[in-house]
Structures are given as structure tokens and as C-alpha cells.
């Protein structure tokens, strides 16, 4: 029921953000030229309701850096990997927030 768009990259979701409107946002923490922190940062800059509707998959919370990036945003995080299911269930969670 949801409609989605794709970004290879982090520099190319910024492309979209700036010409089209957004619920929420599902990123990876690691990814090439911009990553999920700066990706954020940015997205808190000219979007801040949208930056609270952020949610990082990952494989790598366990590390002292990406889990200073989450308690900082105070963003949901779903570990990899995850089923299609688990995914839809934190997307519907987040937009009812």
C-alpha cells in the first residue's frame, strides 16, 4: 500500500527529497558518497518533521559510532537482515507517530 521510490546513493536521495514530497525515509547507515548520518543531517536541516521519520536499516549497531549516530537522531534502527513483513510493520509504526 505504500509507494516507493529507490536512491542508489545518498547524493541521489537528496536529489529526490529536493523535488518531491516524502512520508518517511528508509536508509542504510552505510552507503557511497553521503551516508545514513549525513543523509540525515541533511534531511534535519530542510526537512526537520521528515528527519523524525527516519528509519536505518543496518548491519552494524553494535559499533560505538553507529550507535552514537542513533541515540543522537533518536532514530529507529531494524537490523539486517529482515524480513519483508518486519519492514512494512516499522514503516506503518513510524507513520502513525
Known amino acids: 500500500g505504500f509507494e516507493v521510490m529507490t536512491a542508489e546513493s545518498g547524493a ?5 527529497l529536493a523535488e518531491a514530497r516524502f512520508d518517511a525515509v528508509v536508509s542504510d ?8 548520518a ?3 543531517r541533511e534531511v534535519r536541516g530542510r526537512h526537520p518533521a521528515l528527519a523524525r521519520r527516519m528509519l536505518f536499516v543496518t548491519g552494524d549497531t553494535l559499533s560505538p559510532i553507529a550507535r552514537q549516530f542513533l541515540n543522537e537522531a533518536r532514530c529507529d534502527s ?5 524480513s519483508k513483513a518486519e519492514l512494512l510493520a516499522r514503516v506503518t509504526e513510524l507513520l502513525s507517530r
Do not use: E, Y
Request: proline fraction near 10%; charge should be negative; glycine fraction near 4%.
Open 12 to 16: 541521489v536521495a537528496l536529489a529526490m
Open 29 to 36: 547507515l552505510h552507503m557511497p558518497d553521503v551516508d545514513g
Open 38 to 40: 549525513q543523509l540525515w
Open 78 to 82: 531494524l537490523n539486517k537482515p529482515f
